[in-house]
C-alpha cells in the first residue's frame, strides 16, 4: 500500500520569501502524485499532478514540484509567497485501482505567512 | 460555475439521530467519493462509487452507508452520529481514468452535540 509523509506540520515564511514544502511517498510503482492545497473551511484544489514525462510540474498561483525518483520525493516550491497563498497543503499519491484511482494523502502542511 | 456542490455546508445534529449529506456534481463523471477529515488530519476515504458498483473501504465502520441513485447525486447517511464523528466531510469526482484528476466539493462541516 502507497504512504505519504510530510515532516513539516507548520511552515511559516515571510512574504516575498521562497517556500519548499516538503513530500516523500512509499509506493512499489510508478506513483501518480499530486499536491492540493486548501483553504480554512473549504474543500481541496488541485495545484499540480505528476503522472509522467517531465519530472518538473508546472501547475497554477506559481507553485512547481519535482518529483525525485531517487529521493522518493516530490517537494512543492515557490519562489515568491503571496499572504494569500496561507493555507493547508497536502501531498497524495495515488494508484489506479480498476479504472478509478484512489489517492492517499499526507496529514498536511500548514503555511503561515508573515507580512 | 459550481461543479461539486454539497448541502448543506453546515449540519448540527444530536448525538444518535441519523443525519443525511447531500452532494451532487454537474461534470458527469463516473467516480464518486466520501472522505472524512478531522480537525489537522488528512482527508480519510470512507468509500466511493465507480458507476453504481460500490467499494468501502475495510476500515470504515458499519455506521456510514452510502447512495447514489444517479449519476450527478451521492448522499451520506450516518445512522447514529456519536461524538467522534464530528468532521468535515469532503466530497469529490473523477472521471474513470486511471490518470483523472479529483474535484472536491467546499465539504460539509458535521457537529455532534
Given at each position: 500500500a502507497q504512504s505519504v509523509t510530510q515532516p513539516d506540520i507548520h511552515i511559516t515564511v515571510s512574504e516575498g520569501a521562497s517556500l519548499e514544502l516538503r513530500c516523500n511517498y512509499s509506493y512499489g510503482a510508478t506513483p501518480y502524485l499530486f499536491w492540493y492545497v486548501q483553504s480554512p473551511g473549504q474543500g481541496l484544489q488541485l495545484l499540480l499532478k505528476y503522472f509522467?514525462?517531465?519530472?518538473l510540474v508546472q501547475g497554477i498561483k506559481g507553485f512547481e514540484a519535482e518529483f525525485k525518483r531517487s529521493q522518493s520525493s516530490f517537494n512543492l516550491r515557490k519562489p515568491s509567497v503571496h499572504w494569500s497563498d496561507a493555507a493547508e497543503y497536502f501531498c497524495a499519491v495515488g494508484a489506479a485501482t480498476g479504472g478509478s484511482y484512489i489517492p492517499t494523502f499526507g496529514r498536511g502542511t500548514s503555511l503561515i505567512v508573515h507580512p | 460555475d459550481a461543479m461539486v456542490i454539497q448541502n448543506p455546508r453546515y449540519q448540527v445534529t444530536q448525538f444518535g439521530k441519523p443525519v443525511t449529506l447531500s452532494c451532487s456534481q454537474?461534470?458527469?463523471?463516473?467516480v464518486m467519493y466520501w472522505y472524512q477529515q478531522k480537525s489537522s488530519q488528512a482527508p480519510k476515504l470512507l468509500f466511493h462509487y465507480y458507476d453504481k458498483d460500490f467499494n468501502n473501504e475495510a476500515?470504515?465502520?458499519?455506521?456510514f452507508q452510502s447512495r447514489r441513485p444517479n449519476t450527478s447525486f451521492c448522499f451520506l447517511d450516518i445512522r447514529s452520529p456519536g461524538l467522534g464523528d464530528a468532521a468535515m466531510y469532503l466530497c469529490a469526482t473523477s472521471r474513470d481514468s486511471g490518470q483523472e484528476t479529483q474535484y472536491f466539493g467546499p465539504g460539509t462541516r458535521l457537529l455532534v452535540l
Open positions: 509522467s514525462g517531465d519530472t | 454537474t461534470l458527469n463523471h463516473n476500515d470504515t465502520p458499519d455506521n
